[in-house]
């Protein structure tokens, strides 16, 4: 029986504590970061030009699902630096084990916001590239391709930030696993 006892670990090592709470550290401030430029550079993208004399503009405001996305990404940015804060004040303080499965939770929901942002994104992306010829909504970005060009840099960034959020989900379920 004493073989037993001596194989389970009661707390794990400082050292990997500190590797675990850098990690989770370094992923949300590159996923805010992430986020905070995709919705950056959603916002600023505009562009204007004339067509057969007819002026138009192209901007992100003019698609409910870009504004989505712009907001989804800066929620998730804002939850980020906030649970940055509340992982650190977790990591010192780990009287209750049940707050790990609270920052599971909060990671799930920003991940799963940030995950519907760059759906609605992607949708309404692909239709201004290829257009939709059964409901006749032509492809627009022949000819604003600055603009097409900014929303796919910005789209891609949500998607990183996306995998961020997916990387700290992973490793705050593993944390409240252990934790029970």
Not at 82 to 92: N, P, Q, W
Not at 134 to 160: E, K, P, Q
Not at 171 to 178: E, G
């Given at each position: 029986?004493?073989?037993?006892?001596?194989?389970?670990?009661?707390?794990?090592?400082?050292?990997?504590?500190?590797?675990?709470?850098?990690?989770?550290?370094?992923?949300?401030?590159?996923?805010?970061?992430?986020?905070?430029?995709?919705?950056?550079?959603?916002?600023?993208?505009?562009?204007?030009?004339?067509?057969?004399?007819?002026?138009?503009?192209?901007?992100?405001?003019?698609?409910?699902?870009?504004?989505f996305f712009a907001?989804?990404?800066?929620?998730?940015?804002?939850?980020?630096?906030k649970s940055l804060?509340?992982?650190?004040?977790?990591?010192?303080?780990?009287?209750?084990?049940?707050?790990?499965?609270?920052?599971?939770?909060?990671?799930?929901?920003?991940?799963?916001?940030?995950?519907?942002?760059?759906a609605a994104a992607?949708?309404?992306?692909?239709?201004?590239?290829?257009?939709?010829?059964?409901?006749?909504?032509?492809?627009?970005?022949?000819?604003?391709?600055?603009?097409?060009?900014?929303?796919?840099?910005?789209?891609?960034?949500?998607?990183?930030?996306?995998?961020?959020?997916?990387?700290?989900?992973?490793?705050?379920?593993?944390?409240?696993?252990?934790?029970?």
């Amino acid at each position: 029986m004493d073989g037993v006892e001596a194989k389970t670990m009661q707390n794990p090592p400082l050292k990997t504590h500190k590797y675990s709470l850098g990690c989770q550290i370094c992923l949300r401030l590159l996923a805010s970061v992430a986020s905070l430029a995709a919705v950056w550079i959603m916002r600023t993208s505009n562009q204007s030009l004339v067509l057969y004399g007819i002026h138009m503009d192209a901007k992100y405001s003019y698609s409910s699902a870009f504004k989505f996305f712009a907001v989804a990404n800066l929620i998730a940015c804002s939850f980020s630096v906030k649970s940055l804060f509340a992982a650190v004040i977790l990591a010192r303080k780990c009287s209750n084990p049940n707050k790990f499965f609270y920052l599971f939770l909060h990671d799930l929901i920003v991940m799963t916001l940030v995950m519907a942002a760059c759906a609605a994104a992607t949708a309404i992306g692909v239709v201004a590239r290829n257009g939709n010829v059964h409901t006749g909504w032509i492809a627009i970005c022949d000819n604003f391709v600055r603009f097409c060009h900014r929303i796919t840099i910005s789209v891609t960034l949500s998607y990183v930030s996306f995998v961020l959020y997916l990387l700290l989900t992973i490793i705050s379920a593993n944390k409240a696993r252990k934790s029970l």
